[in-house]
Nanobody, 116 residues
């Protein structure tokens, strides 16, 4: 069983920055990909950014140029650097690990609120 623990959420003003972290209980290189998703109130969960085991990244159009996904293999941790935050980025952010056997693991989520 894989455990994912997110941290780094909080309240930030528009234009500000936050860095989310996701610590995995297994080697992150063992996963086909890892990523960040978010869910705003009344909306479906949506993809924010992913990174494959080979290092290829993918971003939602709404966050391109503002968010960066990265990883530290030695720490089994994936990060999401969020800059130029907007009120519409407010959501619960979830870490995801997708295995080669096509199984999803999810973290418990961390709240990000962008408000003045």
């Amino acid at each position: 069983q894989v455990q994912l623990v997110e941290s780094g959420g909080g309240l930030v003003q528009p234009g500000g920055s936050l860095r989310l972290s996701c610590a995995a209980s297994a080697s992150i290189l063992s996963f086909k990909s890892m990523g960040w998703y978010r869910q705003a109130p009344g909306k479906q969960r949506e993809l924010v950014a992913t990174i494959t085991s080979g290092g290829t990244t993918n971003y939602a159009d709404s966050v391109k140029g503002r968010f960066t996904i990265s990883r530290d293999n030695a720490k089994n941790t994936v990060y999401l650097q969020m800059n130029s935050l907007k009120p519409e980025d407010t959501a619960v952010y979830y870490c995801n690990a997708y295995t080669w056997s096509l199984r999803d693991y999810w973290g418990q989520g961390t709240q990000v609120t962008v408000s003045s």
